[in-house]
């Protein structure tokens, strides 16, 4: 159930990192034994919960902490220079400017997910965006990708932690761009492929991942979710899953796609009063391009659906000029 008991955390605590502060850059004692327990666990409850602990990595700490570990590991590699904090912050306040304006306008900021070697830095960024912007409205979403079968679980995880702290849960669902990057990366590395292995099991995670919500809405937990899809199968479980819950079109789930792509899906939602948007990929040619040929890619299997689509228009034209 994600919690530890004090012995089980220190144990595991001592395995990996050296308790005694002596010779290690952790200077202050952040992460002492000692410290780390009366964070975790202030009321001495005995109980060592593992989002509160997630909670407690943030990039800048982890120098100290890692300079704790017995042994060097992908940890201890990963861990960011004194320049890359620096770079890193003046990261986090350009998209906390963004967000702030994002706020003031009263408008939603749907943060895109990256490949897996990215997402963890991603998710620590949006998250204390969201703990501090989504307190009384919507305004950060992350992006979860179904086919990286890690997504239920990282899905469960923040909805849990946004309502232990009190804030708006906002999220994106989509099927993920990068599945042959990510393959080729994986088999080169020579560990096991982050991506669903069939693309039935990423359906089912992408309609597990919008039932979870729908649930939490359903609930009263305070949870909006774009289905970002052009999927008629996806878009159809969604409307389903809404009507058997009682959830009318102003509950706080939207709709996207590409411009260009499944309009029929979009104007059909419109046309029933559902929030349906368009996607507008904006920039030079040359940089939106790597991005329209990633969604290409991701949609290949939607191609049959062209001809259904040239069948509608067809219609539509007859009917307009023979009535």
Same mark, same amino acid.
């Given at each position: 159930?994600? *919690?530890?008991?004090?012995?089980?955390?220190?144990?595991?605590?001592?395995?990996?990192?050296?308790?005694?502060? =002596?010779?290690?850059?952790?200077?202050?004692?952040?992460?002492? !034994?000692?410290?780390?327990?009366?964070?975790?666990?202030?009321?001495?409850?005995?109980?060592? #919960?593992?989002?509160?602990?997630?909670? !407690?990595?943030?990039?800048?700490?982890?120098? $100290?902490?890692?300079?704790?570990?017995?042994?060097?590991?992908?940890?201890?590699?990963?861990?960011?220079?004194?320049?890359?904090?620096? &770079?890193?912050? &003046?990261?986090?306040?350009?998209?906390?400017?963004? $967000?702030? !304006? &994002?706020?003031?306008?009263?408008?939603?900021?749907?943060?895109?997910?990256?490949?897996?070697?990215?997402?963890?830095?991603?998710?620590?960024? /949006?998250?204390?965006?969201?703990?501090?912007?989504?307190?009384e409205a919507y305004t950060i979403f992350n992006t979860y990708q179904c086919y990286l079968k890690g997504?239920?679980?990282?899905?469960?995880?923040?909805?849990?932690? $946004?309502?232990?702290?009190?804030?708006?849960?906002? &999220?994106?669902? /989509?099927?993920? =761009?990068?599945?042959?990057?990510?393959?080729?990366?994986?088999?080169?590395?020579?560990?096991?492929?982050? /991506?669903?292995?069939?693309?039935?099991?990423t359906h089912a995670c992408y309609h597990r991942a919008i039932d979870s919500c729908l649930d939490a809405?359903?609930?009263?937990?305070?949870?909006?979710?774009? *289905?970002?899809?052009?999927?008629?199968?996806? *878009?159809?479980?969604?409307?389903?899953?809404?009507?058997? %819950?009682?959830?009318?079109?102003?509950?706080?789930?939207?709709?996207?796609?590409?411009?260009?792509?499944? #309009?029929?899906?979009?104007?059909?939602?419109?046309?029933?009063?559902?929030?349906?948007?368009?996607?507008?990929?904006?920039?030079a040619v040359g940089e939106v391009m790597p991005y329209l040929l990633r969604r290409a890619q991701e949609?290949?299997?939607? %191609?049959?659906?062209? =001809?259904?689509?040239?069948?509608?228009?067809?219609?539509?034209?007859?009917?307009? $000029?023979?009535?």
């Amino acid at each position: 159930d994600g *919690v530890l008991s004090r012995e089980e955390f220190s144990e595991g605590y001592r395995q990996y990192f050296h308790t005694n502060d =002596a010779n290690t850059g952790d200077l202050e004692g952040f992460w002492s !034994l000692e410290s780390v327990l009366s964070k975790l666990d202030p009321q001495n409850m005995g109980r060592i #919960d593992i989002i509160e602990w997630s909670q !407690l990595l943030q990039i800048e700490h982890l120098p $100290a902490l890692t300079s704790r570990c017995r042994n060097q590991g992908p940890l201890t590699q990963a861990v960011l220079s004194e320049g890359e904090i620096e &770079a890193a912050n &003046a990261m986090v306040e350009r998209i906390e400017h963004l $967000a702030q !304006l &994002a706020s003031s306008l009263q408008v939603r900021l749907m943060i895109d997910a990256e490949q897996t070697y990215f997402q963890p830095a991603i998710d620590n960024t /949006v998250i204390n965006l969201q703990e501090r912007h989504n307190r009384e409205a919507y305004t950060i979403f992350n992006t979860y990708q179904c086919y990286l079968k890690g997504a239920d679980d990282r899905l469960r995880t923040d909805m849990e932690r $946004a309502q232990r702290r009190g804030y708006r849960f906002a &999220a994106k669902v /989509v099927r993920g =761009a990068y599945m042959v990057s990510e393959r080729e990366l994986a088999e080169l590395e020579g560990y096991e492929s982050p /991506v669903h292995n069939y693309l039935e099991d990423t359906h089912a995670c992408y309609h597990r991942a919008i039932d979870s919500c729908l649930d939490a809405i359903a609930s009263g937990q305070k949870t909006e979710l774009m *289905v970002a899809s052009h999927n008629q199968r996806s *878009v159809e479980h969604t409307l389903t899953r809404l009507q058997s %819950l009682g959830l009318d079109q102003q509950c706080g789930v939207y709709f996207g796609q590409l411009l260009g792509m499944s #309009d029929h899906l979009t104007y059909l939602l419109g046309a029933n009063s559902f929030k349906a948007y368009k996607y507008v990929p904006y920039g030079a040619v040359g940089e939106v391009m790597p991005y329209l040929l990633r969604r290409a890619q991701e949609n290949s299997s939607l %191609l049959g659906s062209v =001809a259904m689509e040239t069948r509608m228009l067809r219609q539509e034209i007859t009917r307009r $000029a023979f009535g």
